[in-house]
């Protein structure tokens, strides 16, 4: 079965500094993963995706991924934080259930940025 | 193009009752999945529909449905309703091939369910 744990389920950083929201993964094969941005009270924006192309992935509003096999690793950044980035993050990773791809998900980082 | 919707946008049941919600997929989009998310988790797998038929499923019992018509819009129904069934419901399309595909999926804004 494949899993993903978030660490840390609430960040805090100041307004333009680096953002790391940490994702690791377990996965019996090669998997797909996903990083997705849910606002108050909407659904989920997919942010980037990685499926065995590129290990650096870089999505919408500046973040970007790297898929790291040796640590099972696959943490979301961004250089400068924005106040619009304040949002629940969620790590997902998509595993086969019988004939179907369903997505398994962490338990997401509660991202704030102070001003 | 375009994106998932989703109806109603907040329902309120009491248990025992039955409920039905309603996904309309993206354009060109033939497969639907439907997630739960309690309040403060990640959204959980409830189950998948490809071409109209149940094409995988998570840990949710029978009392959870579901249908896929043929122009893939999809209907989750929930039956006795219990207060844990409280949560937003997501709905998510994407384009596959029956266990591949592209495997990106979108999703809807959700219908946040209450069960008092």
């Known amino acids: 079965a494949q899993s993903v744990t978030q660490l840390g389920s609430h960040v805090s950083v100041s307004e333009g500094a680096l953002v790391l929201l940490r994702c690791n993964y377990s996965s019996s094969v090669p998997p797909y993963l996903f990083w997705y941005v849910q606002y108050p009270n909407q659904g989920l924006q997919l942010l980037l995706k990685?499926?065995?192309?590129?290990?650096l992935v870089k999505g919408i509003n500046g973040f970007e991924a790297e898929f790291k096999k040796s640590e099972t690793s696959f943490h979301l950044t961004k250089p400068s934080a924005h106040m619009s980035d304040a949002a629940e993050y969620f790590c997902a990773v998509s595993a086969s259930t019988g004939s179907a791809r369903q997505l398994t998900f962490g338990s997401g980082t509660q991202l704030t940025v102070l001003p | 193009e375009t994106g998932v919707t989703q109806s109603p946008t907040h329902l309120i049941k009491t248990r025992g009752q039955q409920v039905t919600l309603r996904c309309s997929s993206q354009s060109g989009h033939n497969t639907v999945s439907w997630y739960q998310q309690a309040l403060g988790q990640g959204p959980q797998f409830i189950f998948q529909y490809y071409r109209e038929e149940e094409n995988g499923r998570g840990n949710f019992p029978p009392r959870f449905s579901g249908l896929q018509f043929p122009n893939y819009s999809s209907e989750l129904n929930v039956n006795a309703l219990e207060l844990d069934d409280s949560a937003l419901y997501l709905c998510?399309?994407?384009?596959?091939?029956?266990?591949?595909?592209?495997?990106?999926?979108?999703f809807g804004p959700g219908t946040r369910l209450t069960v008092l």
């Open positions: 990685y499926t065995s192309a590129a290990t």
């Open positions: 998510a399309s994407s384009w596959g091939l029956r266990g591949g595909g592209t495997d990106t999926q979108y």
